[in-house]
């Protein structure tokens, strides 16, 4: 019998392209490294409003180099990554908070189905290729039914909340939990520093035997 897994909880959002690559990466990994993946589902909006901190895109220079950054790190990492046209209007109109319940309410009634659903998410805002996430049409109904209830509205607070308590100022953020000791790492290029708190060995973003293609 090996050693316990480590427990990893990545709080991601939709909205956030470092999430998606972030995700790719530690789902690649989650079998080559004795780690427990915890996916949780959390509202970017809610963590720059308690952090104080704002949207990079909302910057002018930012948002340029959030542009550039995301398409090479897309290519580097192999993630179908490609800036929607009407990303201002996502961000500042439509936002993630439904996108966000549905995934909060697919991982309390189909955790097992979260690691798609969200990708599929993901590739919908950032990808032109969507592809099927393997849900049922019923499920989907069923799941959009509840993203108004109090039940998923708390849950995505607490979880939101605790995101905050671990400091974050923005997503993704990974929480290691090591020995009695409690890591958390800010963004999607912190891999290589995980890596070194596991004590495993890091092999890039597209290890090999690893199919990278989505």
């Not at 989650?30 to 104080?52: T, V």
């Not at 936002?95 to 309410?105: D, E, I, K, Q, V």
């Amino acid at each position: 019998m090996g050693p316990v897994p480590r427990t990893l909880e990545l709080f991601y959002d939709v909205l956030s392209p470092y999430s998606w690559l972030g995700f790719e990466v530690l789902c690649r990994y989650k079998n080559i490294w004795n780690i427990s993946l915890q996916l949780r589902p959390s509202f970017i909006a809610g963590i720059m409003k308690d952090s104080g901190n704002q949207p990079p895109a909302l910057l002018p220079r930012k948002a340029q180099y959030l542009r550039n950054d995301v398409r090479l790190l897309g290519q580097h990492i192999q993630v179908p990554m490609q800036f929607p046209k009407d990303f201002f209007s996502v961000i500042l109109e439509k936002g993630s908070l439904s996108a966000m319940r549905f995934l909060t309410a697919v991982s309390m009634e189909h955790p097992e189905m979260l690691e798609k659903v969200s990708r599929e998410l993901w590739m919908r805002i950032w990808s032109r290729a969507a592809e099927k996430a393997g849900m049922s049409s019923e499920q989907a109904r069923g799941l959009l039914e509840k993203i108004s209830t109090p039940k998923v509205k708390n849950k995505l607070k607490e979880t939101t909340e605790a995101a905050c308590k671990y400091g974050a100022f923005g997503l993704p953020i990974t929480v290691a939990h090591l020995d009695n000791q409690t890591h958390m790492l800010f963004g999607s290029d912190r891999m290589e520093l995980l890596a070194h708190l596991l004590g495993e060995k890091w092999m890039g973003p597209v290890p090999p035997g690893i199919n990278a293609r989505l």
